[in-house]
């Protein structure tokens, strides 16, 4: 039973950072792409950064590039995001996914999802 369990989230000021985490079970971690979508109240689902199996390759939605970092750490079977500067228009739930392909990493094309993280921006 695949399960890939969201932390970190919370209530940080607008400029503040905060770093979530994503640990996997169930999986043949290294094997997949990893990543972050998040869904502000309203709206859809949205892609916000993926990273590859090894962690040499990474993207980023433009609207956190350069404010968010991603990695992996395959021998815990865990995904980080970093999130620094953050604005109220961050704020949302987070999702952790996987994905078996790097290059079809969309809302429609992964094969797991955690169950979500709150991220709220006070302004």
């Known amino acids: 039973q695949v399960q890939l369990v969201e932390s970190g989230g919370g209530l940080v000021q607008a400029g503040g950072s905060l770093r979530l985490s994503c640990a996997a079970s169930?999986?043949?971690?290294?094997?997949?792409?990893m990543g972050w979508f998040r869904q502000a109240p309203g709206k859809e689902r949205e892609f916000v950064t993926r990273i590859n199996w090894s962690g040499g390759w990474t993207s980023y939605a433009d609207s956190v590039k350069g404010r968010f970092t991603i990695s992996r750490d395959n021998a815990k079977n865990t995904v980080y995001l970093q999130m620094n500067s953050l604005k109220p228009e961050d704020t949302a739930v987070y999702y952790c996914?996987?994905?078996?392909?790097?290059?079809?990493?969309?809302?429609?094309?992964?094969?797991?999802w955690g169950k979500g993280t709150l991220v709220t921006v006070s302004s």
């Open positions: 169930g999986l043949t971690f290294s094997r997949y792409a």
């Open positions: 996914a996987a994905g078996g392909s790097y290059y079809s990493f969309n809302v429609q094309g992964m094969d797991y």
